[in-house]
């Protein structure tokens, strides 16, 4: 069970460019890190996948300063985390809130404008996932966990 090896099922799954994306930041592996000192840890799972992860987020005045995350998922897993954590790095904790609930309109195939669009920027990359339903999970768990990490950051 879980999701077969990336490469292979993405390219069949995904549009070329998007898969590029996935596979860029698959790569890359730039916010896959330990923080020193993060102001709120949550862990995120995708049973249906096996993919676990632990995302941790350093917050200043109302501000995501810095973010990243361990665990380990399968590639579209991590390439979504890894893509959200380039999304809401320097943006304030009002707007990370913001994306998600944009993240989650596109998910559930509602049609966004050209503007809603630009702010998920890269997070466009899943915009065909609704198509794969057993893949779903894997794309949204980092912005459910992000979600959880706003709530428990906020007083
Ligand atoms: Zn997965």
């Known amino acids: 069970m879980g999701c077969p090896p990336y490469g292979r099922c993405l390219a069949l799954e995904l549009s070329d460019l998007y898969s590029q994306v996935i596979r860029d930041h698959n790569r890359s592996r730039h916010n896959k890190r330990t923080l020193c000192d993060p102001t709120v840890t949550v862990p995120g799972k995708n ?24 665990g380990v998922g399968c590639a579209i897993s991590e390439a979504s985390v890894s893509i959200m954590i380039d999304l809401i790095r320097g943006a304030t904790v009002a707007k990370a809130s913001e994306l998600c609930h944009l993240f989650f ?43 959880v990490a706003l709530q428990n950051a906020s007083p």
């Open 47 to 70: 049973p249906s996948c096996g993919d676990e992860i632990v995302l941790s987020l350093t917050l200043k005045d109302g501000i995501i300063e810095d973010a990243a995350y361990t």
């Open 105 to 147: 309109r596109m998910i559930g195939s509602e049609s966004l404008t050209r503007e809603e669009l630009e702010e998920l920027d890269e997070a466009v990359a899943f915009s065909g996932i609704s198509r794969m339903p057993a893949r779903v999970k894997c794309a949204t768990m980092a912005w459910h966990t992000l979600q």
